[in-house]
């Protein structure tokens, strides 16, 4: 059906792009754009009609030839990335010869972004970065995406080494939803994730033209969601890049890699190639199609030492923590407190059987198991199953395909038609509450547009495909189950609790064969060291009891067989969630002439189809999310022309919530163009993403639960008198293992819980941006950010009732997903952030040129309670040093790029850690191949190969060494 749509679209433009070239064309411009300095010729050159959205490209010659319906004079305008911008009048046809300058950018950028019109990046209201074409070639990192690092204000964290989040401002996460990223105006966010998917289905380094950075709230121009900032990717138009573009690269990295830890013993192989072409037929029809493929061993995740259960840890010398769970083990979730088994039917009847049935072989017989329990040595010690490293199960095979089909239609001289077809597909790793490993996952973008000088409407769908993606700690418990089905216990038992119940079994034998007699000693009588013989006797011969060569075809078969089946039954998701969006704009300042009036609304649906996976829909249950939002925002220049203020306000509506206002007002002063001080005061907001709405996801010790009142009223969250917090659950059931008394006094019942709401900022913002002498370059901002309804999870946990209809505190001691929930609401405190970045860049003699950035965050923690996780999670300082030249001579250019970063707290659901401060160095080399218009490439990023980590159980990431060819027509 798509593919049919795709032919349909196709040949309406090839139709309309062949009537339109039997018309009569009333005027033909020719002529040739060179260097004024050496006299070459210039490729690529942009030639457009002004006011217009006509025009076209030089050729290899440096020559272009545009016919127009139009009648002279014309004014047309000559621009290219590097050299300055001629306006010319033309009055006849004659050929017409221009020279056009090189210059040094710096801040001449025109952008977009932070008022939806062209204006200069130095007289804009809001702080802004922008990455052109030079920028975008002469990067050392080792694609453009990455780079985005070295601008000021920005972070990038790796969830893998094809998927990067960007955010700014704080509240750092691994799937950001407080970031809007547009490419070619199109929210790149995955419908059942709301945070956008990196790079994953963005254009490649061939096609993209320009990327515009705007970190702070922004949700009076760009609505919901707009809260840390925004990010705005525009690709090459086929009008105006025409031609075949090629790219190829190749690349090693897991130099020097932990191999104790389970990483390659050598260096692996990367691999990325893109191919480009774009034409255009008579300025009136143009086609563009894209493909590019990466493939890459991803980084490992090798943190097997941060124990998120440190608090149960007693400390035996040489001998890891019985319960410990690390971050990149997966299967130790699984976990138990030993005493508890005190209480479990279940338990003794596995025990007996082990103890007395000789047909189970392998384990000691004989253990007075009774005796053991009724006089207190199951010990007060939590003990968790033993895992799998994540590498042996998740998929490390990073890759990634993806395409775009655009085509353009010109009707008129004033009015563009276009249809643009994204698409990604590959394998990549997040960290969310888990580590899931994103398995041919898909998602594409279809788009129509009509645009003008100053309007546009445009419509676009998402769709997300989940592909085989899976949760690995699930595949981890999943593959425990069957080992324990297909053991002699698997009669008994046919899950994970066969494992740890054997493990307290084992620990009784081991105690028996230390002579413990437990109807003559005590566990008073206990020493530490005899309690860890135990302990390292148990976990020992239940290992070796349960062990499967996963090699074998016993093994493999029970890999195999774990995988299958989506949640709540296997790992799996089947997610197909959707996306349909459409807005449109226009800009009356012409017709009004006295002022600037800039006008937009908008209409977003998400139709979410998890089939049950991750959220309650289904056939009979469809879940539909529509949201609707308008903007005004007028602006005028005041104290002859100087001062330049605007105002904003946007409304929107969400079905489930009230309307949100976000109103901005701001001004500009410029004491001349080259000096300017600007002042805002803005305010954005974040509707609770689609999972932090609907989701209802079963996760093993717990449920993640939508904060939405029919959520809380299916689980009775808020009503019913025996659901308890966790933490005060937590305090019941330590103080039981301890004292074996069951104090119930101090349980805090969960009532008048607050249905989520959207999270809410007010931000103050001041700035300095100038430039001297186009040599020396200063940006300073500061920012204050205050904080109100802040999207939080809390946990809780129900009693089940007796049949008197009392509470059995009993269960309140095992979570699972029937009686633990995660759930979506607000924190009812009003927290605080502040912060400054600041760049200074200076263009040295020769054209070289150094650059020095630096970032300060801070959360004011007195704000700050310890109820709630807020995840700050940003260095307070960070800074970047860059030095480089793209013209060394004709045809050599380098780069070099050092960054920095302090030492910082991580929090969130997966886990709290201490993220090192460490410092990298980027390097590239180019040289340029004229007579083959071509560019090679030798770089490295990380080139000192120290390994760092950017987020809590993230991958450890070290050097890439690469050199790539590009083949572009267009190759200045």
Known sequence: MKINLLKKVSLIFILLGFAWQVQAQ????????????????????????????????????????????????ITLQFSMVGYTTEEVEVTNTQPINIKLEEEVLLGQEVVVSASRVEESILQSSATIEKMDLISIQQTPADNYYKSMQYLKGVDVTQSSINFQIVNARGFNSTGNTRFVQLTDGMDTQAPALNFPIGNL???????????????????????????????????????????????????????????????????????????RYAKSFNNRFAFKVNVSYMRAEDWYATDYSSDRNAAVDPGYDNYRNPGSDFPNTMGDEAAINMSILQLSSNWQTLASQLSSNSQIQGVQKGVPVTDFVQNGFLPNQVVSASPYREHELIDYGAENLKGNIGLYYRPTSDIELSYLWNAGYGTSIYTGAQRYSLKNFGIQQHRIQAEGNNWFVRGYATLENSGDSYITEFYAKRVLDLQVANSPIGAFTQDVSGWLGTYAYNYLASLQNQGIDPNTDSPADLT??????????????????????????????????????????GPKFNDQSRLYHAEGQYDFSEKLGFMDLLVGASFRQYDLRSNGTIFPDSEDNPITINEIGGFVQASKRVLEDKLKLTGSIRADKNENFNVVVSPRISGVFSVNKNHNFRASFQTGFRNPTTQGQYINLDIISSRLLGGLPENLEQYEIGTNPNIYTIESVEQMANNFYATGVLNTENLEVVDNFQSVEPEQVKSFEAGYKSVINNKLLFDFVGYYNIYNNFIVQQRMRRAALNADGTPNYFTLFNGTADNTFQVYTNADEEISAYGFAGEVSYALPNRYNIGFNYNYNKLNTQDASDDFVFGFNTPEHKFNIKFGNRKLTDNIGFNVVYRWQSEFEWESSFGDGTIPAFGTADVQVSYKLPSIKSMLKFGGSNIFNNYYIQSFGAPRVGAIYYVSITFDQLMN
């Open 26 to 73: 009333t005027t033909q411009l020719k002529g040739t754009v060179v260097d004024a300095k050496t006299g070459s010729t210039l490729i690529g050159v942009n030639v457009l009609v002004k006011g217009k959205v006509l025009g076209t490209t030089t050729d290899f010659d440096g020559n272009f030839d545009l016919k127009l319906n139009m009648e002279l004079p």
């Open 201 to 275: 289905n963005g254009p490649s380094e061939l096609d993209v033209e320009s990327v515009e950075f705007i970190p702070g709230a922004q949700s009076a121009l760009y609505g919901p969601n707009a809260f840390n900032g925004i990010m705005r990717v525009t690709s090459k138009s086929a009008f105006d890049y025409e031609g075949l573009s090629a790219f190829a690269k190749i690349g090693v990295n897991h130099i020097g890699a932990d191999t104790e830890a389970g990483a390659p013993s050598s260096p692996q192989p990367m691999y990325e190639a893109s191919i």
């Open 528 to 569: 530490p060291a005899m309690m860890q013989q135990a302990f390292e006797y148990a976990r020992t011969n239940t290992e070796d009891f349960f062990n499967i060569d996963s090699n074998s075809q016993e093994g493999q078969q029970i890999l195999s067989e774990a995988l299958e089946g989506t949640v709540p039954d």
